[in-house]
């Protein structure tokens, strides 16, 4: 993904907006409602692509502990002060019109998720998936961490169950989503929700609607301003 001025859109083409986002991070899925909302407010035209990104890449796929417990141990805090920090995301997706349930939640590692994901960008049903899989994490409490709980998923957005099982077997996209990671780590992204819009500015963290709108729209009128440069250019002077 080329990012700097100049890049990935055309004053009347879709803005792109490239995402980086891990289906275990609540602040992901309040940043999604939020970026939507500004998506609207904006009122143009965008593209969407998400890439992976994994907070804990170091969590074990059957996780027996709660997301309490999870949490206390990762941030090396006590489960007092975990437990109100749940409470306040929880209120704050409400605000969002999510339903957080965190004592449902099955932690686990996503890295087979996240090449689910990548399946089902090459199918056109990417932005489908993510959305189910984080309803199906943060509001259903659903194992994201086994090929076949990921199939059944996938299958409800239209994928097909037996090439879910095959490219999660294979590893088809095991790559793929390590080239995400490692894009991250070369443009200096160190936390998710991280969004790169119009190849030139980066929003990081579920900002506002109006920030994600305001964005968005400079972008737009960045590649407008480009676009005259470049005519006046190829015109040459008066005469």
């Known amino acids: 993904m080329p990012v700097g001025p100049g890049v990935n859109m055309t004053e009347n083409s879709p803005v792109e907006v490239h995402i980086w986002s891990d289906v275990a991070c609540p602040w992901c899925f309040i940043g999604k409602r939020r970026f939507e909302s500004g998506v609207r407010q904006f009122g143009g035209k ?11 890449p170091d969590t074990p796929v059957d996780y027996e502990g709660s997301e309490v417990e999870f949490l206390a141990a990762y941030k090396g805090l ?7 920090v749940l409470g306040h995301l929880t209120e704050l997706a409400a605000a969002e019109g999510l339903s957080y349930d965190f004592s449902a939640v099955r932690h686990t590692k996503t890295l087979l998720a996240h090449q689910v994901m990548h399946h089902a960008k090459a199918e056109g049903k990417q932005l489908e998936l993510v959305e189910r899989l ?12 086994h090929a076949d709980g ?13 090439d879910v099982r095959r490219v999660l077997a294979d590893g088809t996209y095991a790559q793929a989503v390590q080239d995400d990671i490692d894009l991250a780590r070369e443009i200096g992204i160190t936390g998710v929700p991280f969004y790169v819009i119009g190849g030139r500015y980066g929003v990081s963290g579920a900002q506002s609607p109006e920030v994600f709108a305001t964005t968005l729209a400079r972008a737009v009128a960045d590649a407008a301003s480009e676009a005259s440069a470049d005519d006046a250019t190829t015109s040459g002077p008066a005469r």
């Open 134 to 145: 984080f309803r199906a994490y943060f509001e259903e409490g659903r194992h994201l961490g």
């Open 78 to 84: 006590p489960e007092s002060q975990v437990t109100p």
């Open 46 to 56: 965008v593209e969407v692509e998400y890439h992976s990104y994994e907070l804990a």
């Open 150 to 162: 990921l199939t059944a998923l996938a299958a409800e957005v239209g994928l097909d169950p037996d």
